[in-house]
């Protein structure tokens, strides 16, 4: 099992910039695939990015390619999520996700953390 915990959301202007990390405790750590996923008010959770066990592959959704860069300290246990250029639309409360064969679908995925909210003022 691995709990996740997610840190450093907050309040940002439009077209600043946050890191997200999401902190994992548990073994085995780099043998966990770990998605950020969002969600905003009234709207159904949507995948953000993605990055694997051995950090060589990453995947990102259309909405935050070239915004977004996803990374993991498989040493530190953690995964981040640098989000630039944000925009009034990227407010949401982030999830990390954890699961050792998941990929980019959303209900694969057995470990979640709380959440952190960031939002973006115009």
């Known amino acids: 099992q691995v709990q996740l915990v997610e840190s450093g959301g907050g309040l940002v202007q439009a077209g600043g910039s946050l890191r997200l990390s999401c902190a994992a405790s548990?073994?085995?750590?780099?043998?966990?695939?770990i998605g950020w996923f969002r969600q905003a008010p009234g709207k159904e959770r949507e995948l953000v990015a993605i990055?694997?066990?051995?950090?060589?592959?990453?995947y990102y959704a259309n909405s935050v390619k070239g915004r977004f860069t996803i990374s993991r300290d498989n040493a530190k246990n953690t995964v981040y999520l640098q989000v630039n250029s944000l925009k009034p639309e990227d407010t949401a409360v982030y999830y990390c996700?954890?699961?050792?064969?998941?990929?980019?679908?959303?209900?694969?995925?057995?470990?979640w953390g709380q959440g952190t909210q960031v939002t973006v003022s115009s």
């Open positions: 996700a954890a699961d050792r064969t998941a990929w980019n679908t959303r209900s694969d995925y057995n470990y």
């Open positions: 548990g073994r085995a750590f780099s043998t966990y695939n």
């Open positions: 990055i694997s066990k051995n950090t060589v592959i990453t």
